[in-house]
Each structure stands twice: as structure tokens, then as C-alpha cells.
């Protein structure tokens, strides 16, 4: 039972040009939801996160969406770079006493095209 | 630099061949987790230490177990891998009380089964 789902195992974008990841969620249970990004022979690293009392977080270049309503999140990247190209992992989470568990998803290989 | 370690980078083993792997962290955090990932998969949760308390998830092989001797180490052992158990292992670090978003993770180990 996958609580989190990436459906787009890759994706090709253009530097310069907007990169959008997608994420959807069945749990409603969930409340706190993060990006991790992962690079060959490294662990994932922290990216960005969302409280599900926002609708929106923003950091630089990574902008999260979240619609609650549809159980569904975004990652928006503006603009890529060829850095960005990396796997990227959605997460998600409640956060409450005694709770200390991430579900991820499978995961997006993001190739940014010079 | 402050990180968390994981030893070896590549194990290979045979069937049925018990192996241990290993992590350590210079973070001082009390919550130590222990991910399998297969490939193209989301990295599953096999359990998780709370200070000395294990926490098992449910849906994990009795074949795994952890050992965590001190609050800087933490040990996989895998009693009698199979094929199935060819996999990326990661290790990730916490300080409970914190957000999820600042869980940090090892390289990994690499583990094949012949």
C-alpha cells in the first residue's frame, strides 16, 4: 500500500526553464510533507517542506505547493539548473509525540538539459 | 564535519552469509533509523531506534535485526540474506522533539547477494 506516490519515475527539463514534480498522498493523517533530493553515491538531503496549514512555501529558487483538498503536492523549480539534475524523494509525515516515521515516495530522476 | 557514516560503501555477500553493516554519527542524535531501498522504490522504513528503544515495523523479516550499543553506533545484521535482500541500505540520524525535515541521512551501503 503506497501512501505516497510519485507517478513520474523521470523527467527532462530544459535549463532555464521551469521543473515541476508531482506528488499525491492517501493518508489524511498526514500534516507535514518534505522534498529530499539525492545525488549518485550520497544519501538524500532535506530540500523543502510544507505544514499542511500552508498552502505554499517558498525558498529561493524551490517553490511547494500543497492542495490539501486533493491530497496532492508540487515542487516547482525555477529556473533549473544543471545541479538540479538529481532524484528526487517526497515525503511525508504527522507530526505528533511518540511519531517519529517518514513515508517517502519512489522517487523523480530530474535531468536538467543544458 | 558533523555526518553520519556508513561502513562499507559496497558489501557483498553470499547467500545465506550472514553480513553486518554498519553506521555511526558524530550528531549526538538519539533517533537512528535503518531504510531498504530496492531499486526504482521507496525507501522503506525496517526500523527505528528511540534512544536504546527498538522500534519494529511491522512488515519487517525477522531475517533483519539492529543492534545500537551506544548512542553513535548502530549495526544491521542481516542473518541469512537472500536474493531479494539486494538492496541500498540507508542509515539517517534525529534529535527527537525536532522536525522531520532535519533527519539526516548516511551514503548508504550497497548490498549484493550472490
Known amino acids: 500500500d503506497q501512501q505516497v506516490k510519485q507517478n513520474s519515475p523521470s523527467l527532462s527539463v530544459q535549463e532555464g526553464r521551469i521543473s515541476i514534480l508531482n506528488c499525491d498522498y492517501t493518508?489524511?493523517?498526514?500534516?507535514?510533507f518534505l522534498w529530499y533530493k539525492k545525488y549518485p553515491a550520497e544519501g538524500p538531503t532535506f530540500l523543502i517542506s510544507?505544514?499542511?496549514?500552508?498552502d505554499k512555501n517558498e525558498d529561493g529558487r524551490f517553490t511547494v505547493f500543497l492542495n490539501k483538498s486533493a491530497k496532492h503536492l508540487s515542487l516547482h523549480i525555477v529556473p533549473s539548473q544543471p545541479g538540479d539534475s538529481a532524484v528526487y524523494f517526497c515525503?511525508?509525515?504527522?507530526?505528533?509525540?511518540?511519531?517519529?516515521?517518514?513515508?517517502f515516495g519512489t522517487g523523480t530522476r530530474l535531468t536538467i538539459i543544458p | 564535519d558533523a555526518m553520519v557514516i556508513q561502513n562499507p560503501r559496497y558489501q557483498v555477500t553470499q547467500f545465506g552469509k550472514p553480513v553486518t553493516l554498519s553506521c555511526s554519527q558524530t550528531?549526538?542524535?538519539?533517533?537512528m533509523y535503518w531504510y531498504q531501498q530496492k531499486s526504482s522504490q521507496a525507501p522503506k522504513l525496517l526500523f527505528h531506534?528511540?534512544?536504546?528503544?527498538?522500534?519494529n515495523e511491522a512488515d519487517t523479516p525477522d531475517n533483519f535485526q539492529s543492534r545500537r550499543p551506544n548512542t553513535s553506533f548502530c549495526f544491521l545484521d542481516i542473518r541469512s540474506p537472500g536474493l531479494g535482500d539486494a538492496a541500498m541500505y540507508l542509515c539517517?540520524?534525529?534529535?527527537?522533539?525536532?522536525?522531520?525535515?532535519?533527519?539526516?541521512f548516511g551514503p548508504g551501503t550497497r548490498l549484493t547477494v550472490l
Open positions: 531506534y528511540y534512544d536504546k528503544d527498538f522500534n
Open positions: 510544507i505544514s499542511s496549514i500552508k
Open positions: 550528531l549526538n542524535h538519539n533517533v
Open positions: 539517517a540520524t534525529r534529535t527527537s522533539g525536532r522536525r522531520q525535515d532535519e533527519q539526516f
Open positions: 493518508n489524511s493523517m498526514f500534516d507535514y
Open positions: 515525503a511525508a509525515t504527522w507530526e505528533g509525540f511518540g511519531n517519529e516515521k517518514l513515508t
